[in-house]
Structure formats: structure tokens, C-alpha cells
């Protein structure tokens, strides 16, 4: 792998983990433009260092929210007592269990649908568009996370695995259109994340199917640092579009990309 092309993926991996384009499908779509070459089938370390640096940027911008959850599970645990912040943790990991079964049953089927499978990429993206078209359009609301809200928000997430299907626009998406307000919504979008991105980091640290050379760290520095930083600014930014309802031009977007993929099966 060439540094620039380390550098390339790592910003769109930063960028598209929390704009809601599809980061899954836009480095399918970056290995189809850079060459299938550009991330090599052996490198699973090369993804697992971008996710745990896009993993890290949620937790610097959330950083206040994160101490404050972990401060009142504490406290929750001295008092024997619910509140709010352990009733969030608890919306959290209800959040993770349909991503964990469908993640789980279904691993094998995903990593078929993946390499350049730019056709459905190109589908899946047009399905994000609508989304993001109707959720733009949802009435302002202050209504918070429930227990059930976090289980259908968390299939949004499962189904999220596909190629072409943001996470984050098709959480924030869900949420929203559950009634949920915006900036909860996109607050509860990126802190759910976390502990599956350390779980699945963990998943394939344990499973041994990690290889690394003394060669490969200079591409897996720069592809951490462009994913984190890059990373930094898109969750800041996605925040502040999610308040204003700005996710229609993402719609937009997704839908132009979505059909230049789909052209270029056909070229």
C-alpha cells in the first residue's frame, strides 16, 4: 500500500463514519478508483487502525459525556439506585444486541457483499438518500431515547452493515423519525458505536487473523492520524448540520453517488 493511498482512506473512512454517505461504501468505493491493491485482502489491521481511530475521535468530542455516563454508573452502583446516566448505558447495550445477532449470524454473508461490489453499493447509497430525504422533513420534538427506541434504532444499526448504508444516517435517520430530538438523536447515533467498534476490535485481535510487519506501520500511522483528525471534524460538523436539518443535501449527494456507481458497473 502507497502512504497517500493510506492517506485517502483514512479521510474518507474519518469523513464517512459520521457524515451520512456510508463509510463502508465509500472505501468500497475508493478501493474501486485507487485499485483493488489499494487495501490488500491480508490487511485487516490496516481497517481495524481506522475504526479505532474514528472510535477515538467520538470519544475526544464526547469526551465530557462519556465521564459523566461513567460517573453516574458509579454512582448508580453505590446507591443501588437507577439514574439518568446508568438508564442511558442501559438504552446503549439494548442498542447493541440486534447489531451483535445480525453481526453474529450473518458475518459470513456481509464479507461476501463486500469487494467491489459496487452495485448494490450504488443501490444501498440511493436507500440512505431516502432516509435522510424523509428524516430531514420530521417535526422538532425533545422527546428522549427509550428502551424500545434504543432495540429499533440498534436494527437500523445491523442493517447499517450493508455496503452503501450509512450508520449513522440510517441511526440518526431512525431516531429522528421515532420522534426522538435531533441532537439526542445524533448524540445517541455516535456513542452507541463505540463499544461495538472496541468489540469488534477486540473480536479480531483475539481470532489471530491480525497480521503486521515492521513495513506496514508507516501506512497504518498515517491512515490512523488522517481517519482521527479527519474524523474530529466530521463528527463536530454532523452535529451541528443534524440541529439545523441540513440532511437533505447529503440526500442529494447520495443519490448522485449512488447512480455514478451504478453507471460505472455498466461502463
Not at 127 to 132: F, I, Y
Request: glycine share 8%; aromatic share 10%.
Amino acid at each position: 500500500m502507497e502512504i497517500i493511498d493510506a492517506i485517502i482512506l483514512g479521510i474518507i473512512q474519518g469523513l464517512t463514519e459520521f457524515l451520512p454517505v456510508s463509510s463502508s461504501g465509500h472505501l468500497e468505493l475508493g478501493k474501486a478508483i485507487l485499485g483493488s491493491e489499494a487495501i490488500p485482502e491480508e490487511s485487516l489491521m490496516f481497517t481495524v487502525v481506522l475504526h479505532f481511530a474514528t472510535a477515538l475521535s467520538t470519544m475526544v468530542i464526547f469526551r465530557k459525556d462519556i465521564i459523566e455516563i461513567f460517573k453516574g454508573i458509579f454512582s448508580s452502583l453505590k446507591s443501588l439506585k437507577w439514574n439518568e446516566e446508568s438508564k442511558f448505558s442501559l438504552k446503549i447495550i439494548v442498542s447493541m444486541i440486534p447489531a451483535v445477532i445480525i453481526g453474529y449470524k450473518y458475518e459470513r454473508v456481509f464479507e461476501q457483499l463486500f469487494g467491489n461490489n459496487i452495485l448494490l453499493v450504488g443501490a444501498m447509497l440511493i436507500v440512505t438518500a431516502l432516509l435522510l430525504f424523509l428524516a430531514d422533513r420530521a417535526k422538532k420534538t425533545h422527546k428522549k431515547v427509550s428502551l424500545a427506541d434504543g432495540f429499533i434504532i440498534g436494527i437500523a444499526q445491523g442493517i447499517a452493515m450493508l455496503p452503501g448504508i450509512s450508520r449513522s444516517g440510517a441511526t440518526i435517520s431512525t431516531s429522528v423519525l421515532l420522534g426522538i430530538d435531533k441532537t439526542k438523536a445524533a448524540r445517541f447515533s455516535f456513542l452507541m458505536v463505540v463499544p461495538l467498534i472496541f468489540g469488534k476490535i477486540a473480536k479480531d485481535i483475539l481470532s489471530g487473523e491480525l497480521t503486521y510487519s515492521s513495513t506496514s506501520f508507516g501506512y497504518l500511522s498515517v491512515g490512523f492520524i488522517a481517519a482521527f483528525i479527519s474524523g474530529l471534524f466530521a463528527c463536530t460538523w454532523m452535529i451541528a448540520l443534524v440541529k439545523k436539518s441540513k440532511l437533505t443535501y447529503f440526500a442529494i449527494y447520495c443519490v448522485i453517488v449512488g447512480i455514478i456507481a451504478i453507471i460505472w458497473t455498466q461502463i
